[in-house]
């Protein structure tokens, strides 16, 4: 009975007078991205540049860039990445400029 009298109250003197909407904005950065292999087959490109929110990481970036593509099978499991010539892991964040390669893991004997 209490919460259906708050649920009434509540709709009687909404909390929108307390609310402070914050306005802000979302910066982005832009990285350059390099696919190699199988990797530039699943995404039908092999270089080009792709906008992130700033703070991003390689993860981040990984599923966006991902998202949406049809083959995703378990290629996404087994990448390796490199920021500016070095390797890289997913936590690695990214700063506007940086370039990115992805890379399947090779395997041979």
């Known amino acids: 009975m209490t919460f259906i009298l708050f649920i009434l109250d509540l709709l009687a003197h909404p909390l929108t007078d307390d609310i402070i909407l914050l306005d802000i904005e979302m910066k982005t950065i832009t990285v350059k991205v390099k696919a190699f292999a199988s990797i530039s087959e699943i995404l039908a490109k092999r270089d080009f540049d792709f906008s992130v929110p700033q703070g991003s990481t ?6 966006l860039i991902f998202n949406g593509v049809k083959n995703k099978n378990d ?3 087994s990448l ?3 920021v500016n010539y070095t390797y890289a892991t997913l936590d690695t964040i990214l700063m506007d400029g940086d370039e990115v390669a992805i890379m399947p893991m090779v395997s041979g004997g």
Not at 58 to 63: A, P, T, V
């Open 58 to 63: 390689i993860e981040d970036l990984k599923s």
């Open 75 to 77: 290629t996404r499991k």
């Open 80 to 82: 390796l990445y490199s």
